[in-house]
């Protein structure tokens, strides 16, 4: 898992990946609900407290692994009242609505921006993830054989993919 920490990717990434995975199971990209705490429950939560979530995910200012930990509120990050449109969150997704009527939809060329605004802008690319997601997902979800095929489908490289 400590292989992605060495990549300088956009903590973004993470809810990117929560996204396309909704549309990957609701069979569509265009105005799905995003349930961000569930898809952070499931994939990244770790521990039981105001931080519970690891995200080997970030910008190059980090400079400890303390700080890779992520707070509760992840609301504040995706929720469509917080997305803030100079993030690159918001440069894959559309979105609107509140409460119960949010929706998220993904923009065509989702894909070549997260590659662009959340990896390349940061010096990575999509084939330096695939062993690393792999590591951290078997590590974690080695008893959850669809779950770690989830998350590797959402690292291809397709351009026909969700």
């Known amino acids: ?54 995200l080997p995910f970030d ?19 995706y929720s469509t009242s917080s997305i803030r449109d100079d993030k690159p969150f918001a440069q894959v997704v559309d979105y609107g609505g509140s409460y119960s009527d949010r929706w998220w939809t993904l923009v065509d060329d989702h894909l070549d921006i997260a590659r662009r605004e959340m990896l390349e802008a940061k010096g990575t690319s999509l084939s330096k993830l695939k062993n690393p997601l792999q590591s951290m997902t078997s590590l974690r979800y080695s008893e959850k054989n669809s779950d770690l095929r989830t ?6 490289c397709s351009e026909t993919s969700i």
């Open 59 to 77: 910008t190059s200012e980090i400079d400890e692994r303390s700080d890779f930990w992520f707070n509760e509120n992840v609301a504040g990050s």
């Open 151 to 156: 998350m590797m489908n959402l690292t291809s």
């Open 1 to 54: 898992m400590w292989a992605l920490s060495e990549e300088n990717i956009h903590r973004h990434f993470a809810g990117y990946l929560g996204i396309k995975r909704t549309c990957e199971v609701e069979d569509t990209r265009d105005r799905v609900f995003f349930d961000y705490d569930g898809f952070f429950n499931a994939f990244f939560k770790v521990r039981d407290d105001n931080a519970p979530y690891i």
